[in-house]
């Protein structure tokens, strides 16, 4: 394993970021140094409860503050990401620790029946190799991705996104926020220049495409097929209003997730599917630009934000902006060009009332990095408190505001 050198623990001064950005990023970076120096090596639960973060309660044979569930990455991803932007080895070695946590859980198999693996693995696993060559995090992230690649349904052509492949509740379902699992199966086909991997990415995304994203531009939360004919059978939701409603998480996820998918495949259908999604999150934005928990609501709805959302789409927008730019000058589109640069503005104006409006008065004030999330609302879940991904989310989007020839992990 390789690593970058050290540094002092301040932040990197750049003078072209923009003074906001460069405020909350610090503020952001602050809090997160404080809630590593409280939780060590155990793990925060998926929301705050009062704008605290618990541990990570115990379940069966888990204690508290284990590594299980589909969150726990988000929160070394928060500390990679803190690392490049400070070259502070207090972030390097909290995200170490973490990644020899998650080399032992795929190799345990403790807690590996979810399509999340992609969320799990690239933000644990995928990032230190990418910054430090750290063989030990490759390894692992492959292995996840070779548990991944047992969830692949055929003649479906889907990934099974929840539970033991034998629960017949679960039999033939995957989510819109499948798409953000692909990269893992793009980044272990790299590493191993193993078809299965992008055949595995081309027909899910496709999939997702076709039926999850509805004529109307919003999208399904999950749908389901047959999953021994194949035959696409009907769209729900989990954690939307209702089944047709328009749940504002899993429309960022389309944004995002389909402009991802489409750097990995080059197809154009995905660039399209990340455009219709974006144009139909953009229109319904209430005045502040941060959506309410499902797109159904519009302004003065007495409903809770989702604030998690907001920071996804601004991370979609910036990447969708960034495919178009890369289009148009292979094409010389114009069209693309104007289009480029809409999303990018809207991204930062989603990205400022973030700033503004959704993070703590000060980083004592909270342990969430923006506030006012929403996990579940139909089974009254971390309503109106911070999420993992959520910070996650944010973080990324001001690294990307700062940094636009960032990386990201995906």
């Not at 990644?99 to 644990?124: I, K, M, P, Q, W």
């Not at 640069?341 to 991204?347: F, K, V």
């Not at 342990?367 to 971390?382: F, N, R, T």
């Amino acid at each position: 394993m390789t690593s970058l050198p050290d540094t002092e623990t301040s932040l990197v001064a750049d003078p072209e970021i923009d003074a906001p950005v460069g405020a909350a990023m610090d503020a952001a970076l602050s809090i997160l140094r404080r809630n590593i120096e409280t939780f060590g090596s155990r793990y925060p639960d998926d929301t705050t409860d009062g704008d605290r973060y618990p541990l990570r309660p115990a379940s069966g044979r888990f204690p508290e503050g284990a590594n299980r569930g589909w969150t726990t990455s988000f929160w070394p991803g928060m500390m990679w990401i803190a690392f490049e932007h400070t070259g502070d080895a207090f972030f390097r070695d909290a995200g170490l620790a973490h990644a020899a946590d998650f080399a032992r859980r795929v190799r345990d198999e403790d807690d590996l029946d979810t399509h999340d693996l992609g969320f799990l693995y690239t933000l644990a696993s995928v990032a230190p190799h990418r910054l430090l060559g750290d063989e030990d995090a490759r390894a692992a992230a492959l292995d996840a991705a070779d548990h991944l690649m047992r969830r692949f349904l055929e003649p479906a052509g889907i990934i099974q996104a929840w539970g033991d492949l034998s629960d017949p509740a679960q039999r033939g379902r995957t989510i819109v926020d499948s798409l953000m699992n692909m990269p893992l199966l793009t980044w272990a086909g790299e590493q191993t220049g193993e078809p299965r991997f992008a055949d595995a990415v081309r027909r899910h995304t496709t999939q997702v495409r076709t039926h999850i994203l509805r004529a109307d531009d919003t999208t399904f939360h999950t749908f389901y097929w047959d999953a021994e004919t194949g035959a696409p059978l009907r769209g729900a939701t989990e954690q939307g209003a209702f089944d047709d409603s328009c749940w504002a998480r899993g429309q960022a996820w389309g944004i995002y997730g389909f402009a991802l998918n489409h750097r990995a495949t080059g197809d154009a259908e995905l660039l399209a599917a990340s455009r219709r999604c974006a144009e139909r999150f953009l229109a319904h934005l209430p005045t502040d630009k941060v959506p309410y928990w499902d797109m159904v609501y519009t302004d003065g709805a007495d409903i809770p934000r989702d604030s998690s959302s907001a920071a996804i789409a601004v991370c979609g927008l910036f990447e969708l902006a960034l495919a178009l730019e890369e289009a148009r000058a292979d094409e010389t589109d114009a069209e693309d060009h104007g289009a480029a640069e809409r999303y990018r503005a809207a991204a930062h104006e989603i990205l400022a009332s973030l700033i503004a409006n959704y993070t703590p008065e000060t980083p004592e004030a909270a342990d969430a990095v923006i506030l006012h999330s929403v996990y579940d609302l139909p089974k009254s879940v971390g309503v109106d408190e911070g999420t993992l991904w959520g910070d996650y989310f944010y973080l990324e989007a001001l690294m990307r505001a700062a940094r636009p020839g960032w990386k990201p992990y995906w």
